[in-house]
């Protein structure tokens, strides 16, 4: 194992074990009591102390901290107090949406943006440059819900090619379950891919600039050459630090769009244990949300050295 690795995996712990104190101290602190909840208002003291002990809220915190801990190095998440259900259930069954969801409106945002970008620099200020970063501009400041409101209003209401919120699930019909989430992704898609446009326009005329690229010209070779065999490998660090922030982002902010089309995603789940004052669903989602994002950040940063040697090297 190259020390490279091994100082990329002890970064990667240390964050989950900070991730995993600080997820569940501000979870302890917040204001409310999870028996009193589900037993109603009217409820005596006597049934909110029996149910706390029987949920095992009443523990000391440490003691809760590290059996929570214990519990997910060995799958074990616990119940859920609203649902009375496996929590690793629960968490399963809307990854199941969340997660395709996400890599749906990755490849539309990676898809829409390399080629904008790369459109765009090529053509630097002509008339195709300018008309891509104005659109850009514009998907930037559109919110990505009300981008998924006037979807739903073409495509669902007034064309009908697709429904206007739902799932139907992937055991009934996988090609069903795509159309389902076409929009959403779609909606997701726009503000990224224009975010991902203008760093990828930008990381390719800095490239384009390098003196390494200028003499290839020099010997011939065609703007078009250049810019496939010399300028995209080495401008794609920046890109590729974007998009995994990105695909992050979209693993663990999707609740609002799941909300327009009712999606019963990760973000609902996460929504309705808030609701319920389901502690247990709620730290356990934020924290695979969190281990997610520190994941990877992990594979990006893999990503950079199979890209560009050089960071491998400087790093030892």
């Given at each position: 194992?190259?020390?490279?690795?091994?100082?990329?995996?002890?970064?990667l712990i240390a964050t989950l074990v900070g991730t995993s104190v600080v997820v569940f101290l501000v979870l302890e602190i917040l204001p409310g009591n999870a028996a009193q909840i589900l037993m109603g208002p009217d409820a005596s003291p006597e049934?909110?102390?029996?149910?706390?002990?029987?949920?095992?809220?009443?523990?000391?915190?440490?003691?809760?901290?590290?059996?929570?801990?214990?519990?997910?190095?060995?799958?074990?998440?616990?119940?859920?107090?609203?649902?009375?259900?496996?929590?690793?259930?629960?968490?399963?069954?809307?990854?199941?949406?969340?997660?395709?969801?996400?890599?749906?409106?990755?490849?539309?945002?990676?898809?829409?943006?390399?080629?904008?970008?790369?459109?765009?620099?090529?053509?630097?200020?002509?008339?195709?440059?300018?008309?891509?970063?104005?659109?850009?501009?514009?998907?930037?400041?559109?919110?990505?819900?009300?981008?998924?409101?006037?979807?739903?209003?073409?495509?669902?209401?007034?064309?009908?090619?697709?429904?206007?919120?739902?799932?139907?699930?992937?055991?009934?019909?996988?090609?069903?379950?795509?159309?389902?989430?076409?929009?959403?992704?779609?909606?997701?898609?726009?503000?990224?891919?224009?975010?991902?446009?203008?760093?990828?326009?930008?990381?390719?005329?800095?490239?384009?600039?390098?003196?390494?690229?200028?003499?290839?010209?020099?010997?011939?070779?065609?703007?078009?050459?250049?810019?496939?065999?010399?300028?995209?490998?080495?401008?794609?660090?920046?890109?590729?630090?974007?998009?995994g922030l990105q695909f992050a982002e979209l693993l663990a902010g999707t609740i609002v769009v799941e909300t327009v089309f009712y999606l019963p995603g990760l973000g609902r789940l996460i929504f309705q244990s808030i609701a319920n004052r389901d502690?247990?669903?709620?730290?356990?989602?934020?924290?695979?949300?969190?281990?997610?994002?520190?994941?990877?950040?992990?594979?990006?940063?893999?990503?950079?050295?199979?890209?560009?040697?050089?960071?491998?090297?400087?790093?030892?």
């Amino acid at each position: 194992m190259s020390l490279f690795l091994f100082k990329r995996l002890i970064t990667l712990i240390a964050t989950l074990v900070g991730t995993s104190v600080v997820v569940f101290l501000v979870l302890e602190i917040l204001p409310g009591n999870a028996a009193q909840i589900l037993m109603g208002p009217d409820a005596s003291p006597e049934a909110v102390t029996a149910l706390a002990k029987k949920l095992g809220i009443d523990r000391p915190g440490f003691e809760r901290y590290w059996d929570w801990v214990t519990g997910m190095l060995v799958g074990d998440l616990g119940l859920s107090y609203a649902y009375s259900t496996p929590v690793g259930e629960l968490v399963l069954e809307r990854l199941t949406l969340t997660v395709p969801l996400a890599v749906m409106a990755m490849t539309l945002t990676t898809i829409l943006a390399l080629s904008a970008g790369i459109f765009a620099a090529a053509r630097h200020n002509k008339a195709g440059d300018v008309g891509i970063m104005g659109l850009t501009q514009v998907g930037i400041a559109i919110p990505n819900f009300w981008f998924a409101i006037l979807l739903i209003l073409l495509f669902s209401v007034h064309l009908k090619w697709f429904s206007a919120g739902g799932f139907p699930g992937w055991d009934e019909d996988i090609w069903e379950g795509i159309k389902a989430l076409m929009l959403p992704a779609l909606s997701l898609a726009v503000v990224q891919s224009a975010i991902l446009t203008r760093i990828t326009r930008s990381a390719v005329l800095e490239v384009l600039r390098e003196d390494f690229v200028r003499t290839a010209r020099a010997k011939g070779v065609t703007q078009r050459g250049a810019l496939w065999g010399h300028v995209l490998r080495n401008a794609m660090i920046p890109v590729v630090t974007v998009m995994g922030l990105q695909f992050a982002e979209l693993l663990a902010g999707t609740i609002v769009v799941e909300t327009v089309f009712y999606l019963p995603g990760l973000g609902r789940l996460i929504f309705q244990s808030i609701a319920n004052r389901d502690l247990i669903v709620v730290r356990n989602c934020v924290m695979l949300l969190a281990a997610m994002v520190v994941i990877v950040n992990f594979v990006v940063d893999l990503l950079y050295a199979a890209i560009d040697p050089r960071v491998k090297a400087s790093d030892i």
